[in-house]
């Protein structure tokens, strides 16, 4: 695990930069998705990681639209500026682990194995799904509220308790 360097996040991709212009900067944070996960994909200490694209919502990538989208119901997320902005964040944190920035753990959700990385720093997180030679994008986000943050918190002090006992 790197300690030497602290890690030094993009800036941020703010709707402001075009003006307000949405229609805009939606382009601009899909082109950055595109050019991260689409064109090329990351590697997560040395897996590929890729993007799952259907079923498409929209029209538009599906991990695009769960990354840079909130809300419960699929079909009807609306666009999320805090998630938006944060559009160069996933790929940054996958392609930076290991380090000591980042806390790490491994959570089952139902047939899965999820790896969520997390950065309190920044309050952002990333979840990749362990598949057999590969690594999904599963979800990606900044945590607003705080009681999520210690949550997350909460999981990640259990497995390294549970990876030592």
Request: charged share 25%; with cysteine.
């Amino acid at each position: 695990m790197s300690t030497a360097n602290p890690l030094v996040f993009p800036e941020l991709l703010c709707l402001n930069d075009f003006n307000g212009n949405f229609t805009e900067y939606f382009k601009a944070v899909y082109a950055v998705f595109e050019k991260h996960f689409i064109t090329s994909q990351p590697r997560y200490e040395g897996t590929i990681v890729s993007a799952p694209r259907y079923p498409l919502v929209d029209g538009i990538h599906r991990t695009f639209c769960h990354i840079t989208h909130q809300g419960e119901d699929e079909k009807n997320r609306e666009p999320d500026l805090r998630r938006m902005e944060r559009i160069p964040y996933p790929r940054f944190i996958i392609e930076n682990q290991p380090h000591n920035e980042l806390k790490v753990w491994i959570k089952s959700v139902g047939s899965d194995e999820r790896i969520h990385i997390l950065n309190t720093n920044e309050k952002y997180i990333v979840v990749l799904t362990i598949r057999k030679g590969y690594l999904l994008l599963w979800t990606a986000f900044y945590i607003e509220q705080n009681h999520t943050l210690r949550k997350k918190l909460k999981e990640y002090e259990a497995y390294k308790k549970a990876k030592t006992a």
